[in-house]
């Protein structure tokens, strides 16, 4: 193996733990006569950290694993002459002569990983570094597995979503029949996940539906779920409204459909008796025009306030609606909102909770932002 690879790899496959550099090449251009490497971990995130030692004092850096790589690899090249490297499988060391020559020894692991299982690097259902073919063909990941920089938060996104699915039916025991409804799927990685996710992880032959607005959008996704062999996967043309389906959906899952698609596909769910809803709304625009509160006006008086506030009072009244039909609701983060600002997921399962507190709360709740005339209660009634 080269040190690139005993580098690379070892921060790649999350087993790199320690590294010191000493004896400097050039004593007279470099300060440090030594410099060590250990892995931190900072809210939830794994970084390497240097500490570079002078005479008299310690530095403190911390660097990305990809940037730390190179770092290292350069370090040994051009830098230092003794090199020890520990990672979970092996120790290593390298001495480089003075002509740049680099002689490596491998030895056995002598030392354990300190951070622990908690803060280790996070493990997705679907994981970094092992091709996954529908993200290879979505172009999310290479095809050594590698997660593209920009497709970072969406890969992010589709493994949360499917942590969410798995704990939300860690107590079920599914049978082959059950059905998915991916509404507004749109390019789909949601709705391939979800597949890949049954069939592949949990060995379960669900159905599954992912219907869209754009005609060219499910033209593609129908070619590529032909492509992947994903033989139970249709996708289907229409509109949330029009939609029409005679058997069971025991879950329906929307992923940022736009505006009152949300709302549809809701009621759509209400009015189906779908066991398990899962949804993160979108933008919506008919709040913002009616919500009214004197007592809240110095908010409210603020474009940007009104914005996030009727936003936060769309879905309060989604989840009230819902429990106003038997559902037991829960908001919860989505996802960190430095990756997506729409980052509320509504979960909500169908129980037979006492309803009539939920609609006597349901009711306050309008009267106090003053909203009448709501398309969710206007489309529940047009349906039902
Ligand atoms: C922001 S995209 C999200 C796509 C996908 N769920 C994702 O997260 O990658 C919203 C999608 O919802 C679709 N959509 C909006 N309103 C819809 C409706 N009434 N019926 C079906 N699809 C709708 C749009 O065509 C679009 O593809």
Redesign the pocket.
């Known amino acids: 193996m080269n040190i690139h690879e005993i580098v690379t790899n070892s921060l790649k496959q999350n087993k790199f733990i320690y590294a010191v550099f000493t004896t400097p090449r050039n004593k007279s251009e470099n300060p440090y006569i030594k410099i060590t490497a250990r892995t931190v971990s900072l809210k939830g995130e794994n970084f390497i950290q240097f500490e570079k030692f002078t005479d008299k004092q310690a530095f403190h850096e911390n660097c990305s694993y990809e940037d730390a790589a190179e770092r290292i690899v350069n370090m040994i090249v051009h830098d230092y002459r003794n090199i020890n490297i520990f990672t979970e499988d092996s120790d290593f060391q390298l001495m480089v002569s003075k002509k740049g020559m680099v002689k490596v020894t491998e030895k056995e692991a002598s030392k354990k990983p300190k951070i622990d299982e908690h803060n280790k690097k996070k493990q997705y259902i679907i994981r970094e570094h092992e091709p996954c073919d529908f993200l290879c063909h979505l172009g999310v990941m290479n095809p050594e597995g590698d997660v593209y920089a920009k497709k970072y938060d969406k890969f992010k996104q589709i493994n949360k979503f499917l942590e969410i699915v798995d704990d939300s039916l860690k107590d079920k025991k599914l049978q082959d029949d059950f059905m998915i409804i991916?509404?507004?799927?749109?390019?789909?990685?949601?709705t391939f996940a979800l597949y890949y996710y049954f069939y592949f992880i949990k060995n379960i032959k669900v159905k599954i539906i992912g219907?869209?607005?754009?005609k060219d959008?499910i033209e593609f996704c129908n070619q590529t779920a032909k492509s992947l062999n994903y033989e139970h996967l249709e996708f289907l043309h229409?509109?949330?409204?029009n939609f029409e389906y005679k058997e069971k959906v025991d879950m329906i899952v929307?992923?940022?459909?736009?505006?009152n698609?949300t709302d549809?596909a809701l009621v759509k769910a209400v009015m189906w008796n779908t066991d398990i809803i899962l949804s993160v709304p979108?933008c919506q625009h008919e709040f913002y025009d009616k919500i009214e509160n004197m007592n809240l006006e110095p908010m409210l008086k603020h474009g940007l306030i009104k914005e996030r506030v009727s936003s936060l009072v769309t879905d309060s009244l989604r989840s009230l609606f819902l429990e106003t039909k038997g559902y037991k609701v829960q908001l919860m983060e989505f996802i960190a909102m430095e990756h997506t600002p729409k980052n509320i997921l509504i979960r909500a399962v169908k129980s037979n909770k006492d309803i009539e507190k939920s609609q006597a709360e349901y009711e306050e709740f309008k009267k106090f932002w003053n909203l009448n005339d709501l398309f969710i209660e206007k489309y529940f009634n047009a349906i039902k």
Not at 238 to 241: A, E, L, S, V
């Open positions: 991916d509404f507004g799927c749109g390019k789909a990685y949601l219907l869209d607005l754009k959008v229409g509109d949330i409204k929307t992923l940022h459909a736009c505006d698609a549809a979108c």
